[in-house]
């Protein structure tokens, strides 16, 4: 069953900028904190950052500065707003929203920096 879709992801350029979007079919996911991961190749899926129900935000230090986590609870969505991308921010990118019982993965979205 899908609970989570990603769109948005593709070829950039160094420098350019790219938004990623989240989409959740479950009303209920506007309570739960939401959550951008990104995995590389070769290496482990790693945080990128974290938005609350009320819009509080946290993201990783590699990327602060650059990137922008926010959500819309009235849709249901959750957007990456990515700026001054860098290679090393290639990879495939998940949305997830954990609540008590369960946590919640996206299918991915591929982001690719190259020149």
């Known amino acids: 069953q899908v609970h989570l879709v990603e769109s948005g992801g593709g070829l950039v350029q160094p420098g350019g900028s790219m938004r990623l979007s989240c989409a959740a079919s479950?009303?209920?996911?506007?309570?739960?904190?939401w959550a951008w991961y990104r995995q590389a190749p070769g290496k482990q899926r790693e945080l990128v950052g974290t938005i609350t129900s009320g819009g509080s935000r946290n993201l990783v230090d590699s990327v602060k500065g650059r990137f922008t986590i926010s959500r819309d609870n009235a849709k249901n969505t959750m957007t990456l707003q990515m700026n001054n991308l860098k290679p090393e921010d290639t990879a495939v990118y998940y949305c997830?929203?954990?609540?008590?019982?369960?946590?919640?993965w996206g299918q991915g979205t591929q982001v690719t920096v190259s020149s």
């Open positions: 479950e009303r209920y996911f506007s309570r739960y904190v």
């Open positions: 997830n929203v954990k609540s008590q019982a369960l946590s919640y």
